[in-house]
């Protein structure tokens, strides 16, 4: 007998409807767990640690929707340990002594206690020192979540305490996993096209909560006899914002990724992530303020008119405003993918700058200071100064640097676009330099 792909939904769970899909299907066991294989699949370390029974202090760092309160509970089910769960949104550290004194009074009459703080990086330092001292003892075993990278945003104290997972974003196949968990939930097949399910899931944004509120709205306003397609759900449902926020972790990702594809020349890639920064609510000076500096950084003399067409489209965009003054920056970042690059300038600044600290105060040659004073003439200044544009070759090849001091060279030019003119300029003016001195 062929068992139907959708089962009716019994009495029970028909007298649950009222409850969001999303908790209705949140896991209750590791191996309901979809899209984290890598730490809790076979010999994984999360599941060696369960199968161990040697549950340390975690924190769970990955994005929405990923499961980081759901591996807590989990956690808490594989341990006789009492389940303590506050937001550090909505707690402060009246709340943590109140919890740790009971979590004490629990330890001295032989049980633990597992405390979730969830959303954990908002707690300021003097909040998250509470913990060290409950969590080396042993009154609680913490996990903490977070959205936003440990690195940055906790303690050294609390990360050398803790172990750090992190968990992925769900991936296509994770998210179509959802929705068939779903429709067996609901008895009935997702009312939508093939191609309305994959911009679904595409909305979601690799958050399974948010995958499984979306497809939630589905069942309940659309029909099975006329499945929605693409344009009635964009209709219907509200689109998420993009995981983007100016001041975490996604901010400097993308203008990374930007930066990064801009310097590999990549212009597509270039033009995805400046589109994803714009799409995220990204303010576009920033951008232009970023594109000036790749300018001198990364394309520097190879073509100097970089930086001018970076300045002229962030002028064009104060002119010009939003959306029209973006096609102007989006015509530099352009410009700048595709220019020759050289950080030739960026190199020869860093080994200037270096030998400038070293040598400390040395004075310059005397020929080439100014001598206003009949003292400073007696002394020697200006002395055998030769005025380059007078000289045959308009280079005299007189040497500039302190006369304690061995000529240095700092800037080495690439065989890359205007660059290369410039070396052949200076190649040149040291046969003459050599000439000269000989």
Not at 3 to 12: D, K, N, V, Y
Not at 320 to 348: C, F, V
Not at 355 to 382: C, F, Q, R, V, W
Request: with cysteine; aromatic share 8%; proline share 5%.
């Amino acid at each position: 007998m062929n068992t139907p792909l959708f089962e009716t939904a019994t009495p029970s769970a028909q007298n649950d409807t009222q409850r969001p899909l999303a908790d209705r299907l949140r896991p209750q066991t590791l191996d309901e767990v979809i899209g984290q294989d890598h730490l809790i699949g076979d010999g994984a370390p999360l599941r060696q640690m369960i199968e161990s029974g040697a549950l340390s202090s975690l924190i769970f760092w990955g994005p929405p929707g990923c499961g980081k309160t759901t591996l807590a509970r989990i956690l808490a089910d594989h341990t006789d340990f009492k389940f303590e769960q506050l937001s550090a949104i909505f707690s402060g550290v009246g709340d943590l002594k109140t919890l740790f004194e009971s979590a004490r009074i629990r330890k001295q009459n032989g049980q633990g206690t597992l405390l979730f703080v969830d959303e954990i990086h908002r707690f300021n330092k003097s909040q998250q020192d509470a913990f060290l001292p409950v969590v080396e003892d042993g009154t609680i075993t913490l996990i903490g979540a977070t959205t936003e990278n440990p690195s940055f945003e906790l303690n050294a104290a609390i990360l050398s305490r803790t172990q750090v997972f992190v968990l992925k974003r769900l991936d296509d196949t994770a998210l179509e996993g959802l929705l068939v968990r779903a429709e067996s939930e609901k008895g009935t097949p997702l009312p939508l096209t093939q191609d309305a399910r994959q911009a679904l899931k595409a909305m979601a944004d690799g958050d399974g909560r948010y995958c499984l509120s979306l497809a939630d709205q589905v069942f309940t306003h659309a029909s099975s006899e006329t499945p929605w397609d693409q344009a009635q759900l964009f209709k219907a449902v509200q689109k998420r914002a993009p995981l983007y926020d100016k001041g975490d972790d996604s901010h400097y990702n993308l203008i990374s990724a930007l930066h990064k594809s801009m310097r590999g020349s990549d212009v597509e890639a270039t033009l995805y992530w400046f589109s994803r920064m714009l799409d995220g609510g990204e303010d576009p000076r920033y951008i232009a303020r970023r594109m000036t500096r790749m300018a001198v950084e990364d394309v520097g003399l190879a073509d100097p008119q970089a930086l001018q067409m970076c300045l002229s489209a962030w002028d064009a965009y104060e002119r010009l405003g939003s959306p029209e003054g973006e096609l102007a920056l989006t015509q530099a970042m352009i410009y700048l993918a595709t220019a020759p690059k050289s950080n030739a300038a960026y190199k020869a600044t860093k080994l200037a700058m270096r030998k400038a600290k070293e040598t400390g105060s040395l004075m310059p040659p005397k020929h080439i200071l100014n001598a206003p004073t009949t003292l400073m003439k007696d002394e020697g200044y200006g002395a055998g100064y030769q005025y380059d544009p007078d000289t045959q070759d308009g280079f005299s090849g007189q040497d500039y640097f302190p006369e304690d001091m061995e000529r240095t060279d700092f800037y080495q030019p690439v065989e890359r676009g205007f660059e290369r003119e410039i070396k052949k300029r200076l190649a040149y003016w040291e046969k003459l330099r050599e000439s000269k001195t000989s």
